[in-house]
T-cell receptor, first 112, second 113 residues
Framework: KQEVTQIPAALSVPEGENLVLNCSFT??????LQWFRQDPGKGLTSLLL?????REQTSGRLNASLDKSSGRSTLYIAASQPGDSATYLC???????????FGAGTRLFVKA | DVKVTQSSRYLVKRTGEKVFLECVQD?????MFWYRQDPGLGLRLIYF???????EKGDIPEGYSVSREKKERFSLILESASTNQTSMYLC????????????FGEGSRLTVL
């Protein structure tokens, strides 16, 4: 059974700290892996997408890596800010984008 | 920027009512999806469509139907709403070309009384 697991479920850090969110997946035959941000009561916003042939992607203070052999992806957030407080979800996509498996998310709180 | 628009952010309906949730995307995407999101259960796929007039059941299709008459529009229909369908409903779209990146709408919070 294909599963995506995110650890930790919740994280609280002081402002300015660098942090890593973890995502593991059970099936290495992924098409791509995508990280999302979700604010309370809102939809999911795409942050980064890593194709199966890529190792990492960067956008501003965010860097996502992908290691298919170990079934892991990490989202690195540099110099965290209170505005980064949200739930972060990862999702692995299979077979041309029809089947997406979502993790349960990591709820991040950045204290000012 | 890709935009996925859900017609209603908040709805309150009564048990037994017919409910329509509309979703429109402006990026000519082939694939469109309807999910529901509930605390502790995460995102669950209700239906998806990979082409006009095509539809496929997801993991929890019971009590729902969909319509895709035009490429940009994907509607979710609750024929007879029940209280256990109170949830956040999320529409998404993606293209089969290039990256297959998934884009979501803002969500529709449905309460069934």
């Amino acid at each position: 059974k294909q599963e995506v697991t995110q650890i930790p479920a919740a994280l609280s850090v002081p402002e300015g700290e660098n942090l890593v969110l973890n995502c593991s997946f059970t099936d290495s035959a992924i098409y791509n892996l995508q990280w999302f941000r979700q604010d309370p009561g809102k939809g999911l916003t795409s942050l980064l997408l890593i194709q199966s042939s890529q190792r990492e992607q960067t956008s501003g203070r965010l860097n996502a890596s992908l290691d298919k052999s170990s079934g892991r992806s990490t989202l690195y957030i540099a110099a965290s800010q209170p505005g980064d407080s949200a739930t972060y979800l990862c999702a692995s996509v299979y077979t041309g984008g029809f089947k997406t498996i979502f993790g349960a998310g990591t709820r991040l709180f950045v204290k000012a | 920027d890709v935009k996925v628009t859900q017609s209603s952010r908040y709805l309150v309906k009564r048990t037994g009512e017919k409910v329509f949730l509309e979703c429109v995307q402006d990026m000519d995407h082939e694939n469109m999806f309807w999910y529901r999101q509930d605390p502790g259960l995460g995102l669950r796929l209700i239906y998806f469509s990979y082409d006009v007039k095509m539809k496929e059941k997801g993991d929890i299709p019971e009590g729902y139907s969909v319509s895709r008459e035009k490429k940009e529009r994907f509607s979710l229909i609750l024929e007879s709403a029940s209280t256990n369908q109170t949830s956040m409903y999320l529409c998404a779209s993606s293209t089969r070309r290039n990256t297959g990146e998934l884009f979501f709408g803002e969500g529709s919070r449905l309460t069934v009384l």
